[in-house]
């Protein structure tokens, strides 16, 4: 009757027909057929009360036994529905256990003790399994059947052992006795039958479901005793997993995709200039295809979009520009600009003063240095009193050489207020001159001796609290015997600028856009040389600019002037005026002589003995009938009435020196002085420029030759 059940389940399930595969692209349309592999971890439980009537024992029975083994087989799977499936799976299933139990005896000689005997099973099945497997949301799975099979060569072995006392023995004079090893385990079922239920979770490895791991737990327990008439049950826990492959699976599906093309027209809309640039996007258009190729299957979305520029247009400006001559306080058109010019030889003078900046001891990149005395030559230098100045180490270094007995003493000093008590600062300023002299010159260290002042402070200092006179004290001064070391330099024959007409400009943009315009820039220009420029926001105003004199001297090559406005507008748009000055140059019939002399300390009025030697050096070289004029100047610090009054003092004082000295006849003007710059210098930035100004000027004019 067994048999028969069991053939009937396997009849049945084998007998179900698996559908057709279809050319699809989702498992989820066939009726999977899976063979699989499966491989689980037991736990065996024997339950009863038995004593195996080939070993019996005394008086107890075997109760409850156990083990843990491997079971493994093999499995056809089919679903019947995507929900329902059909397991047959064949198995090697261990039902091993180990039993053990305890009584109490009496030994010879009256001795109570207590053995132990103790059952080993060696028992397993190959079985056949068929099982009902249902799917429950997210693949977990219920299953549940009947099993049917044939226990393989089941044994057994049997002992008993004396536990106590522990110096005693049976009577075969051992501790065990009625040993079985191996013997046949006689009355179990030919057939044994049973239930199997459990769960699992299937774990789908590839998109197609052809391959499948899925973890299971089962309960197995037989319908009979494992061994007939007696009271022994059995029972399985087995958990593991089971590898299936589908063998109609669909192919696997092709990967999808996503590509999207954009198409783009423009329209573009003009606004008005000074409207703002934007870009506005248009509603897409979509069509989509679908690309199949034996690789993949594309989703294609072509987009078609038209967008809209709004471009402001470009704007139109006009720049217009005229030039007017202010004189006199009135206003004309400019016809043309007169320069006028004169021929001079003038005499430069040489302060002998090396000036430095605050706390330093090395020289100002003020003075010009060189590497060698090849690269200095006195034709080189421009006819101005700063740049004199500037050349004057190399002056110093020229003259020594081709004098070569002359000796300097360099006096290093400091600022009384801003470096007092700092002696070696003066002392290394003394030194920095000297080792220019040795080094780039080649004068012998011997004659130039460096050293400084008893309290290191100039003597005749400069005591205005101020950086102006403060720079005034941190200074080197050059004191020698030989006066033609300090003597001016060279008496130059040039043609100066000696007058500009008209003496300002205005430049006029009247007639320039002063819509859609940004900003403005006038450059004024004689050949490439740029006299001033200007600019700013917006359209400008009528510019008004005074000519200078080193703007005269500029515009003295005669070349035409030449005006620029430039006007930048929005969208960089950019426009120009040009207007064209002729310039005239008029060169008068007079002629000047100049000497131009460092005399004077801060306040004083007093001509020391090398600016007599030189006065007197100059005025052998005036012509008889001359006019000479002596200017006074001083460096416009502090107050202007005591300025204007030292610098006539000043002239008067150079005056006495040429009535005493002058032997021909000529036409002596000593009451000039000067509310300006002296010539030459342009500012009271530096202290040589204010050291320059404390100066007179001697002027000789005569009939050009």
Same mark, same amino acid.
């Given at each position: ?338 320069? !006028? ?44 009193? +700063? ?17 070569? +007995? ?59 609290? !101020? ?89 003295? !090559? ?148």
């Amino acid at each position: 009757m067994k048999h028969g059940i069991f053939l009937m389940m396997l009849a049945f399930v084998c007998g179900i027909p698996v559908r057709a595969q279809q050319d699809t692209l989702f498992p989820e349309d066939v009726w999977l057929t899976q063979i699989g592999l499966s491989l689980y971890g037991s736990s065996i439980t024997h339950a009863g009360a038995f004593t195996l009537p080939q070993a019996p024992t005394c008086c107890t029975a075997y109760g409850q036994g156990g083990s843990i083994g491997l079971a493994y087989g093999l499995s056809i799977r089919q679903e019947i529905t995507k929900h329902v499936r059909l397991v047959v799976r064949g198995m090697l299933v261990p039902w091993s256990a180990s039993f053990s139990t305890t009584e109490n005896l009496l030994l010879s000689g009256q001795v109570n003790g207590t053995s132990r005997h103790e059952l080993d099973v060696s028992l397993s099945a190959l079985t056949g399994e068929a099982l009902v497997d249902i799917r429950l949301p997210g693949n977990v799975r219920v299953m549940g059947g009947v099993w049917a099979g044939q226990y393989t060569d089941p044994t057994f072995s049997q002992r008993e052992v004396l536990v106590t006392p522990s110096g005693g023995t049976f009577e075969n004079l051992r501790r065990v006795r009625g040993e079985t090893s191996n013997a046949a385990l006689v009355g179990t079922p030919s057939m044994p039958l049973g239930l199997s239920i459990g769960g699992g979770w299937d774990w789908h490895l590839t998109e197609n479901h052809s391959w499948t791991v899925t973890p299971e737990v089962l309960f197995m327990r037989p319908f009979d005793a494992v061994v007939e008439g007696l009271d022994w049950n059995v029972s399985q826990l087995r958990a593991g997993v089971t590898l299936t492959y589908a063998l109609n699976a669909p192919k696997p599906p092709l990967p999808v995709l996503f590509r999207r093309e954009l198409t783009v027209d423009t329209v573009v809309v003009t606004l008005a200039a000074d409207a703002s640039e934007r870009y506005s996007e248009g509603p897409e258009r979509v069509k989509t295809d679908t690309i199949r190729t034996s690789d993949d299957i594309t989703i294609l979305d072509r987009v078609a979009r038209t967008d809209t520029v709004f471009t402001p247009e470009r704007p139109s400006i006009t720049a217009a520009i005229s030039v007017k001559a202010i004189e006199d306080g009135k206003t004309s058109d400019v016809f043309g600009i007169r320069v !006028s010019t004169q021929f001079v030889t003038e005499a430069l003078p040489v302060l002998p003063v090396v000036f430095f900046d605050g706390r330093a001891a090395q020289l100002s990149s003020r003075y010009r240095r060189i590497s060698g005395p090849a690269e200095f030559s006195f034709d080189r230098i421009p006819p101005r009193t +700063t740049d004199v100045h500037r050349e004057v180490m190399n002056i110093l270094g020229q003259r020594l050489r081709t004098r070569a +007995t002359s000796r300097i003493r360099l006096v290093g000093t400091i600022d009384p207020t801003t470096e007092a008590g700092e002696c070696d600062l003066a002392r290394r300023r003394a030194e920095a001159v000297r080792d220019y002299l040795v080094n780039t010159w080649g004068i012998d260290a011997s004659r130039v001796e460096a050293t400084t002042t008893t309290t290191c402070v100039p003597e005749r200092v400069t005591r205005q609290q !101020s950086e102006d006179g403060y720079s005034e004290n941190r200074r080197v001064e050059i004191v020698t015997d030989d006066l033609e070391l300090l003597a001016p330099v060279g008496r130059k024959r040039f043609n100066e600028t000696r007058g500009i007409t008209p003496p300002r400009l205005q430049f006029d943009p009247s007639g320039s856009s002063r819509r859609f315009v940004e900003g403005w820039r006038l450059a004024v220009r004689t050949g490439t040389t740029e006299l001033f420029a200007d600019s700013g926001a917006g359209t400008p105003s009528s510019i008004v600019r005074e000519l200078s004199a080193v703007q005269a001297e500029q515009m003295a !090559s005669g070349i035409p002037v030449s005006v620029e406005l430039t006007l930048f507008g929005i969208r960089g748009v950019t426009e120009r005026a040009v207007a064209t000055i002729p310039v005239n140059k008029d060169t008068v019939a007079t002629e000047y002589e100049r000497l131009t002399l460092t005399l004077f300390d801060v306040a004083s009025d007093k001509v020391g003995p090398v600016a007599e030697a030189q006065i007197r050096s100059f005025v052998n070289t005036v012509p008889a009938g001359s006019t000479v004029r002596v200017r006074g100047f001083a460096d416009l610090l502090g107050n202007a009435k005591f300025n204007q009054e030292l610098s006539l003092k000043r002239a008067n004082a150079v005056c006495s020196v040429l009535k005493n000295t002058m032997q021909r006849r000529v036409t002596l003007r000593c009451d000039e002085v000067s509310a300006g710059y002296p010539p030459g210098i342009e500012s009271y930035t530096t202290p040589e420029e204010r050291f320059l100004s404390r100066t007179v000027q001697i002027e000789v004019q005569r009939a050009r030759p």
